[in-house]
């Protein structure tokens, strides 16, 4: 049987592995990629959104989530000051600014919306079928 410490250390390494990614992206001098004008405040918005949901699920309520919101938006601080080390990078303040909108708005949805919340944990492979009226649970490949 896994321990409940067991269990919760798993968990931290979605967070892990994505900030990890992050990090590896942001030292590199360029990145692959469409030049579109604001292409990458919306790429920002997102990883980072992803990555304050990822780190927001390893608590509880609205404090932990602002806890989560404040430690993504500081670890978005942290890689733009990294970047200005990097040949070719630069530090922008509005990718800061996009880095943390994103992971506030992703904390306050997973947060807030308990109809999102439960979509986005629900198992892969496991959809919701209707039959005489009541949801019924599936597997994949079992009618």
Same mark, same amino acid.
């Given at each position: 049987?896994?321990?409940?410490?067991?269990?919760?250390?798993? /968990?931290?390494?979605?967070?892990?592995?994505? +900030?990890?990614?992050?990090?590896?992206?942001?030292?590199?001098?360029?990145? +692959?990629?469409?030049?579109?004008?604001?292409?990458?405040?919306?790429?920002?918005?997102?990883?980072?959104?992803?990555?304050?949901?990822?780190?927001?699920?390893?608590?509880?309520?609205?404090?932990?989530?602002?806890?989560?919101?404040?430690?993504?938006?500081?670890?978005?601080?942290?890689?733009?000051?990294?970047?200005?080390?990097?040949? /070719?990078?630069?530090?922008?303040?509005?990718?800061?600014?996009?880095?943390?909108?994103?992971?506030?708005?992703?904390? +306050?949805?997973?947060?807030?919306?308990?109809?999102?919340?439960?979509?986005?944990?629900?198992?892969?492979?496991?959809?919701?079928?209707?039959?005489?009226?009541?949801?019924?649970?599936?597997?994949?490949?079992?009618?």
């Amino acid at each position: 049987m896994i321990s409940n410490a067991t269990s919760s250390q798993r /968990g931290w390494l979605w967070p892990a592995a994505l +900030a990890l990614l992050i990090l590896a992206a942001s030292h590199r001098s360029t990145l +692959a990629g469409p030049r579109i004008p604001g292409l990458d405040k919306a790429v920002h918005f997102a990883v980072y959104g992803l990555l304050g949901t990822l780190v927001c699920r390893q608590g509880r309520g609205w404090r932990a989530a602002g806890w989560s919101a404040l430690a993504v938006s500081a670890f978005g601080a942290t890689d733009e000051w990294h970047q200005s080390f990097v040949p /070719g990078r630069s530090t922008e303040l509005a990718d800061w600014l996009a880095d943390t909108l994103g992971a506030a708005t992703a904390v +306050a949805l997973y947060t807030g919306w308990a109809r999102y919340r439960q979509m986005l944990e629900r198992p892969i492979g496991v959809r919701r079928r209707r039959m005489g009226g009541s949801a019924i649970a599936t597997e994949p490949g079992k009618r």
